[in-house]
C-alpha cells in the first residue's frame, strides 16, 4: 500500500516563501506529483518529479529526493490566491495515491 | 474540448436508493479513475479502468460498480446508498504518458448527499 505524510496547515503573509514537505513510503514508485485544490474545486495539477532534484514552474518549484522518500512543494511570492489546499501524490502504475494535503492560508 | 465531464454535479439520496455517476472524457485517454473525497480529506481512489472493457479497484471499491464499455465514458453505480457514501466524487483521466508527466485531469466533481 502507500502512505503518504504531509503536515495540515500553513499560515503566512503575502510576499512570503512556504515549503511543504511530504514523505511516502511506497510499494511502487514511478514519481511524485503536487496538485492545488481550492475550496469546492477540482485538484488541478502543478509539477511532477521523477527524478532526484529540482523542478521550477513560475513561482512554484518542487523537489524531490529518492533514496529519502522524501520531497517539497517551495510557494514563493506568496499571493492571496495561492489560499488553497495541496496534495503530494505518488504515481505508482498509472495510479496516482494521494495526501490528506495541506491547507495554506496567505494573510495580507 | 470539453475535458472530463461529470453529471450530476448535485445529487441527494435516501438510503438504499441506487444512482450512477456519469463520466465522460473527450481527450482519448487511455486511463480513467474514480476518486472520492470526504471533508477536509485527501482523495482515495475507487475504481479504475486502463482501457475499455478492463477495470480494477481500487483502495475503497465497497458499495460501488463501475464499468467502461468505451473510451469515453466511465459510469461509477452506487448501490443501496449508505450515509458513508456521502462525499464529493472526482472522475479523472490520462494518457499513457501519465507515467512521465504525474498528471491527471479532472473533472469539475459531484457532491452526494445520503439521508
Known amino acids: 500500500g502507500q502512505s503518504l505524510e504531509q503536515p495540515s496547515e500553513v499560515t503566512a503573509v503575502e510576499g512570503a516563501i512556504v515549503q511543504i514537505n511530504c514523505t511516502y513510503q511506497t510499494s511502487g514508485f514511478y514519481g511524485l506529483s503536487w496538485y492545488q485544490q481550492h475550496d469546492g474545486g477540482a485538484p488541478t495539477f502543478l509539477s511532477y518529479n521523477a527524478l532526484d532534484g529540482l523542478e521550477e514552474t513560475g513561482r512554484f518549484s518542487s523537489f524531490l529526493s529518492r533514496s529519502d522518500s522524501y520531497g517539497y512543494l517551495l510557494l514563493q511570492e506568496l499571493q492571496m490566491k495561492d489560499s488553497a489546499s495541496y496534495f503530494c501524490?505518488?504515481?505508482?502504475?498509472?495510479?496516482?495515491?494521494f495526501g490528506a494535503g495541506t491547507t495554506v492560508t496567505v494573510r495580507a | 474540448n470539453a475535458g472530463v465531464t461529470q453529471t450530476p454535479k448535485f445529487r441527494i439520496l435516501k438510503i438504499g436508493q441506487s444512482m450512477t455517476l456519469q463520466c465522460t472524457q473527450d481527450m482519448n485517454h487511455n486511463y480513467m479513475y474514480w476518486y472520492r473525497q470526504d471533508p477536509g480529506m485527501g482523495l482515495k481512489l475507487i475504481y479504475y479502468s486502463v482501457g475499455a472493457g478492463i477495470t480494477d479497484k481500487g483502495e475503497v471499491p465497497n458499495g460501488y460498480n463501475v464499468s467502461r464499455s468505451t473510451t469515453e465514458d466511465f459510469p461509477l453505480r452506487l448501490e443501496l446508498a449508505a450515509p458513508s457514501q456521502t462525499s464529493v466524487y472526482f472522475c479523472?483521466?490520462?494518457?499513457?504518458?501519465?507515467?512521465?508527466?504525474?498528471?491527471?485531469?479532472f473533472g469539475e466533481g459531484s457532491r452526494l448527499t445520503v439521508l
Open positions: 501524490a505518488v504515481m505508482d502504475d498509472y495510479k496516482l495515491s
Open positions: 479523472a483521466s490520462s494518457p499513457r504518458e501519465s507515467l512521465n508527466t504525474g498528471e491527471l485531469f
